[in-house]
């Protein structure tokens, strides 16, 4: 059996159970997912007063740190006006870094780095909260005109206004005009662009911010039925979309860039359409300017309604190699429709002393939706035209 061992560093304090097999964390879990706010890191101490003293005194110091994390007093709280509690002597307060790694065997992977958002004590024991930067986009609210950007610029730009770090962003589409409103929330906004694009939307293990469209055609991670796995769950949805119909608001096509004002009475030639069947969805949207753009943002928006169609959830032995955006492939199942090629949506791992090192990834049917309309990747490439996000 490979050994299991992390690496946890939060401000000033530093743990590895390597070299701390006694090490006062007790359980460890690390979530992220696509297109969500709900990234988030929770670690479980022991961590009582440095000394022990009597029933009254341990009280006396337990209420005094919850006073601390409150906001209520103490001179590490005053002094950060946040959250704050000490482990080990060091102090650990709203705010510090927070860098996650684990590792199995030879296998060592940064799995999670986020901030202090929140501290939970009590006789003891010590919860700590760690949020990822998408939670600042999801608190943030700007206002701004772009012209003649591409869609990679403008992340670049938005996020930065936030103090989000930003890491693999596809360049995209270039935009003549864009607006950005703060009647939504920047995450919305920013989502919103990139499923134009047919991207997804996440931040990385590093903490940066991640459009890149899913276009990948041969497994990252396989995982065998009776080996790697201890639990695979899958669902179909046979009611799903069989047609998207587009169309755009502007004559470009007709009559060239400079007409974007304008709007048509015959929307037809700027149609796009992609499927067919009666379990139809129609999008009106003033970004799509020409023909090519309005067949390519359908082909994307089936895509991505058939990639919804299936989703599963499969539970492994502990793997820190998994990341959000990966291809897995599962094989040797007995049941011919859980396997396949499908998309890494979710990433959920666990670690503690009594269960060991599990973890659950959650995925979509990627594999059956690009081959059914050459993939959630292809991009409303040619969009042109005004966009209020």
């Known amino acids: 059996m490979q050994r299991v061992t ?10 590895d159970s390597a070299d701390d097999p006694r090490t006062e ?33 341990a009280v006396g110091t337990a209420a005094g740190a919850a006073a601390s994390a409150l906001g209520l007093g103490g001179t590490a709280a005053a002094a950060s006006g946040g959250p704050s509690v000490k482990v080990r002597g060091v102090d650990v307060k709203e705010g510090d870094p927070i860098e996650v790694e684990l590792r199995v065997g030879d ?36 206002a701004g005109v772009y012209q003649n950007q591409t869609t990679g610029q403008v992340v670049r730009d938005l996020a930065g206004q936030v103090g989000v770090q930003v890491g693999d962003v596809d360049p995209g589409s270039s935009w003549p005009y864009l607006v950005v409103d703060e009647t939504r ?12 694009e047919g991207a997804d939307l996440y931040v990385d293990a590093r903490n940066r911010l991640t459009v890149k469209r899913f276009a990948k055609t041969a497994p990252d991670h396989s995982f065998r039925y009776g080996v790697d796995l201890l639990d695979l769950r899958l669902r179909r949805d046979g009611a799903g979309l ?16 400079a007409t974007w004002p304008w709007l048509v009475k015959d929307l037809a030639p700027l149609g796009g359409t992609a499927g067919q069947g009666s379990r139809s969805s129609s999008w009106r949207d003033g970004a799509v300017r020409t023909k090519d753009a309005a067949d390519r943002l359908a082909a994307a928006q089936l895509g991505a309604g058939r990639d919804a169609a299936t989703m599963g959830l499969a539970v492994l032995l502990g793997n820190p190699r998994v990341q959000l955006g990966d291809a897995i492939e599962v094989t040797d199942a007995p049941w011919t429709e859980l396997n396949g090629l499908f998309k890494v949506t979710s990433v959920r791992h666990r670690l503690g002393k009594r269960e060991g090192f ?21 991009v409303a490439g040619e969009l042109a035209g005004g966009l209020a996000l």
């Open 107 to 142: 296998t060592s992977e940064t799995v999670m780095t986020a901030e202090v958002q929140a501290v939970e004590s009590s006789l003891g024991l010590t919860t700590i909260i760690g949020r990822s930067g998408i939670r600042k986009l999801a608190g943030a609210r700007l």
């Open 185 to 196: 929330s920047l995450l919305r906004q920013l989502g919103e662009l990139a499923r134009r």
């Open 6 to 15: 992390l690496r946890t560093r939060i401000g000033n304090y530093t743990v």
């Open 25 to 57: 964390l007790l359980e460890l879990e690390t979530r992220r997912s696509l297109d969500t706010p709900e990234d988030r890191c929770r670690l479980l101490l022991y961590a009582p007063p440095a000394q022990a003293g009597p029933l009254d005194g």
């Open 358 to 378: 599990v973890t659950t990834v959650g995925f979509s049917g990627q594999g059956g939706a690009g081959a059914a309309t050459g993939g959630l990747g292809g």
């Open 242 to 257: 069989e047609c998207v119909r587009v169309f755009g608001e502007s004559p470009a096509s007709n009559q060239g860039q």
